[in-house]
């Protein structure tokens, strides 16, 4: 009996401890003030248009391109920014072009080249770039066939 009062204390506590728990964290929630949504504020800025990269020294390699935008309000009208010409293959179609291409073709034997054609992917900073592009590069070594076997002639005698 005593044993079954203890219990029941002890029950007593623990749900006195829930309840004031429930209330401890329901009185946080309620004392949070909701965030005011961020007032989005109306530019008349333009987007920034690009000029295509420049290199520092050479044909590629770092430059800078100057971007431009209009706007009465516009606290910034014109800025330059860092960028990269790739020294590569690539750069013959622009730093700005970005393509999809399609596996080599077969080897022509009579240039020793093999081709592939790429699809206009990506045209960054308003680059200019041609939708559709081809290229070639050497088929690297041709092998002549070897002989399957050895043959000896042999000379009667």
Same mark, same amino acid.
């Given at each position: 009996m005593q $044993? $079954?009062?203890q219990q029941r204390r002890m029950f007593t506590a623990a749900l006195?401890?829930?309840v004031f728990l429930l209330a401890a964290v329901s009185t946080?929630?309620?004392g949070k003030k909701e965030k005011p949504e961020k007032k989005t504020k109306k530019s008349d800025c333009g987007e920034w248009q690009w000029s295509v990269c420049v290199p520092t020294s050479g044909d590629c390699g770092l430059g800078t391109r100057e971007g431009t935008r209009t706007g009465a309000e516009?606290? $910034?009208t014109t800025?330059?920014?860092k960028c990269k010409i790739p020294c590569n293959w690539k750069k013959?179609?622009?730093a700005e072009c970005k393509y999809q291409f399609q596996a080599w073709g077969e080897c022509d034997l009579n240039t020793a080249l093999k081709t592939r054609t790429g699809?206009?992917?990506r045209a960054l900073h308003n680059a200019d770039c041609q939708k559709t592009v081809t290229i070639s590069k050497p088929c690297g070594k041709l092998t002549k066939p070897k002989?399957?076997?050895k043959f000896h002639l042999l000379k009667a005698a």
């Open positions: $044993q $079954q009062q006195l401890a829930l946080t929630e309620a516009c606290k $910034q800025k330059t920014q013959q179609f622009g699809n206009l992917k002989p399957q076997g």
